[in-house]
């Protein structure tokens, strides 16, 4: 079975794919192979240095991810570039992974973990999609305490997404990351044992 797993920023999507993956899920990380796609000999990392300059790579050839962040995130029709290069990339690597595992471990739950799921209009690839939900204003309170942010700042960060109760409305699994850590488990538990999984 292959799932896709979203959220916004500060919801706990990565423990909760950690927990899943411990439950014996196998991940698929799309955080994970857009850093593959732009190490140094990957064909996208060679086309993203022809569009914006040898100036995004470090002396080693590996990329600097602060100076293309700082050109693609100052810049929209810049970012939209970058994503034209990456995201086809990501996306073929993932649905292989998805096929290969699907094959090879028939009876197991593969999980593909996507931060921009709906945003980029994959959710139908998936038999079902999980979205780890907590309150907009907890997402806030979260980003304020975990990277230091001003309110503003973190509002501004949670804008660039979807908003997490249209998220919430378009699951086909809700997993509510508001409470304590063992209600989250719980959850996911109950989850896997009505697929037979657990």
Same mark, same amino acid.
């Given at each position: 079975?292959?799932? *896709?797993?979203?959220?916004?920023?500060?919801?706990?999507?990565?423990?909760?794919?950690?927990?899943?993956?411990?439950?014996?899920?196998?991940?698929?990380?799309?955080?994970?192979?857009? &850093?593959?796609?732009?190490?140094?000999? %990957?064909?996208?990392? +060679?086309?993203?240095?022809?569009?914006?300059?040898?100036?995004?790579?470090?002396?080693?050839? $590996?990329?600097?991810?602060?100076?293309?962040?700082?050109?693609?995130?100052?810049?929209?029709?810049?970012?939209?570039?970058?994503? +034209?290069? $990456?995201?086809?990339?990501? &996306?073929?690597?993932?649905?292989?992974?998805?096929?290969? @595992?699907?094959?090879? %471990?028939?009876?197991?739950?593969?999980?593909?973990?996507?931060?921009?799921?709906?945003?980029?209009?994959?959710?139908?690839?998936?038999?079902?999609?999980?979205?780890? @939900?907590?309150?907009?204003?907890?997402?806030?309170?979260?980003?304020?305490?975990?990277? *230091?942010? $001003? #309110? +503003?700042? #973190?509002?501004?960060?949670?804008?660039?997404?979807?908003?997490?109760?249209?998220?919430?409305?378009? #699951?086909?699994?809700?997993?509510?990351?508001?409470?304590?850590?063992?209600? $989250?488990?719980?959850?996911?538990?109950?989850?896997?044992?009505?697929?037979?999984?657990?």
């Amino acid at each position: 079975m292959n799932i *896709g797993l979203t959220g916004g920023i500060a919801t706990g999507k990565s423990s909760v794919s950690a927990y899943l993956a411990s439950k014996g899920a196998l991940l698929i990380d799309a955080d994970v192979i857009a &850093r593959e796609v732009m190490m140094p000999g %990957h064909p996208v990392l +060679a086309a993203a240095v022809k569009r914006f300059g040898q100036a995004i790579l470090n002396e080693d050839g $590996t990329l600097d991810r602060k100076k293309l962040g700082s050109i693609v995130f100052q810049q929209p029709e810049e970012r939209k570039a970058l994503e +034209a290069i $990456t995201h086809p990339a990501i &996306r073929r690597e993932m649905r292989e992974r998805a096929a290969a @595992y699907e094959l090879q %471990h028939p009876d197991k739950l593969v999980v593909s973990d996507i931060p921009l799921l709906y945003e980029s209009g994959l959710e139908d690839g998936f038999e079902e999609v999980m979205v780890v @939900y907590v309150p907009r204003s907890v997402q806030r309170d979260r980003l304020m305490s975990r990277d *230091g942010m $001003t #309110a +503003a700042q #973190a509002e501004a960060r949670m804008d660039v997404q979807m908003d997490i109760e249209r998220k919430k409305q378009l #699951a086909d699994i809700v997993i509510d990351n508001s409470g304590l850590w063992p209600e $989250t488990e719980q959850q996911i538990d109950t989850y896997l044992q009505r697929k037979g999984l657990l």
